[in-house]
């Protein structure tokens, strides 16, 4: 038992670690097409190495915590960005419709709304018995909210910088940081939201 225990820690060690490593590459290639100061850039590397930093070691603290109610906090965060993605997706090809903003021209206001109603729909079924229902609704709203506004953030930085698909790890979906995007801005707002919930 303690054996797999180890084995799943390190694991999980090297899944963030690799983690780490290609976002903040990414972010380093979209970084260095904006910002031309050298300093400025060194500053700007440096504010994502240590948000990166704080962020990863804050999920990977969180894993070896014995506390399953923050896992489970950590488990629903991930869940409503991840059906945030997917609904903004399905409703904004199904349902087409204006344009949500100019910084990403295939973000749509019907994109946005089944990002919510996917979020919300998938944390009732999965979290109806961790959560109250009006506390669910509250809390999957602000963090799909969070998670919207990480991915048109990092949609916006690509736009700037001219580049299309910031990594090659995930063909067709733009590199790793387009997946995790709505992760880094909801994760520390879910956390924050938690300690007040």
């Given amino acids: 038992m303690l054996f797999l225990?180890?084995?799943?820690?390190?694991?999980?060690?090297?899944?963030?670690?690799f983690i780490f490593y290609e976002i903040f590459y990414?972010?380093?290639?979209?970084?260095?097409?904006?910002?031309?100061?050298?300093?400025n850039l060194y500053l700007s590397l440096s504010f994502v190495l240590v948000y990166l930093t704080i962020l990863i070691l804050f999920v990977w603290l969180l894993s070896l915590k014995n506390n399953n109610e923050e896992k489970l906090?950590?488990?629903?965060?991930i869940n409503v960005c991840i059906f945030s993605d997917i609904g903004g997706f399905c409703?904004?090809?199904?349902?087409?419709?204006?344009?949500?903003?100019?910084?990403?021209?295939?973000?749509?206001?019907?994109?946005?709304?089944?990002?919510?109603?996917?979020?919300?729909?998938?944390s009732i079924i999965l979290f109806k018995d961790f959560l109250?229902?009006?506390?669910?609704?509250?809390?999957?709203?602000?963090?799909?909210?969070?998670?919207?506004?990480?991915?048109?953030?990092?949609?916006?930085?690509k736009r700037v910088s001219n580049i299309k698909d910031t990594g090659v790890i995930l063909p067709?979906?733009?590199?790793?940081l387009d997946r995790f995007d709505g992760l880094i801005i909801a994760?520390?707002?879910?956390?924050?939201?938690?300690?007040?919930?």
Avoid at 26 to 39: S, T
Avoid at 73 to 77: A, G, K, N, R, T
Avoid at 93 to 122: C, E, H, R, V
Avoid at 187 to 197: E, S
């Fill in 132 to 157: 109250p229902i009006q506390t669910l609704i509250f809390f999957s709203i602000l963090v799909s909210a969070a998670s919207q506004f990480g991915d048109l953030l990092i949609s916006y930085m």
């Fill in 26 to 39: 990414e972010a380093y290639l979209i970084l260095y097409k904006i910002i031309k100061k050298k300093l």
């Fill in 172 to 176: 067709g979906h733009g590199g790793l």
């Fill in 91 to 122: 409703f904004g090809k199904i349902f087409k419709g204006k344009k949500l903003t100019q910084i990403s021209p295939n973000k749509t206001y019907s994109g946005m709304y089944g990002s919510f109603i996917f979020s919300l729909i998938s």
């Fill in 5 to 17: 225990s180890i084995k799943n820690i390190l694991i999980l060690s090297f899944f963030l670690l």
């Fill in 187 to 197: 994760i520390p707002i879910g956390y924050i939201l938690m300690k007040f919930l």
């Fill in 73 to 77: 906090f950590l488990l629903l965060i």
